[in-house]
């Protein structure tokens, strides 16, 4: 549910000892010809600490790409039971206080109209994290037209139908995303 980073501390630091090495290996390479082990040793030196740091990226950047192909999915599906349902709002999980086995205190906005308050969420079967905006049927005897918000909103169970992530939705919205998630989609 949370975006991997595709930056590394531990790659840059690598790349940078790795030019370090090759400097120092050219710098031998050209001032001493019978310093030419130690030339070597620092560019087989540079050369492993490269593809190590290539290795890291190259992880990093296909566990992003995994994320941004699951978070297109799971807005698929938000859009598909969104659409099949009659009554449904969307709210987003701002801050997550406390767990319990039963449910949830949670902080939720309210997307179409931005109110921000306190929610108990029964226990459901997605794990919800920060940042997960959650496809709900609105609980007529809590919120009322033109009527005052509750202190504490009720989340029931059972008036809950799909969630996705808030940080994935510049990616649902982009066609180019959309031709690779289609295009993952057939190959499974």
Partial sequence: ?????????????????????????????????????????????????????????????????????????????????????????????????ALDPTGTWVTIRWDKFGYVQRAWMEAIPDEIWRGSVLLISPDPAQIQVHGPWPNVYYLLAADYHAYASEEALPYFRDPKYQSLDRANTSKA
Avoid: N, Y
Wanted: proline share 2%; net charge positive.
């Fill in 1 to 97: 549910m949370i975006k991997p980073q595709t930056s590394s501390g531990w790659a840059v630091t690598l790349i940078v000892f790795s030019c370090v090495c090759l400097a120092i290996a050219i710098r031998l390479f050209l001032g001493q010809p019978s310093a030419s082990a130690a030339g070597l040793a620092f560019t087989a030196a540079a050369i492993v600490l490269a593809g190590v740091a290539t290795a890291i990226w190259f992880v990093k950047t296909r566990r992003t790409r995994a994320w941004i192909t699951h978070a297109l999915q799971q807005w698929e599906h938000f859009a598909t039971v969104k659409s099949q349902l009659r009554v449904t709002t969307e709210v987003t999980v701002l801050d997550i206080h």
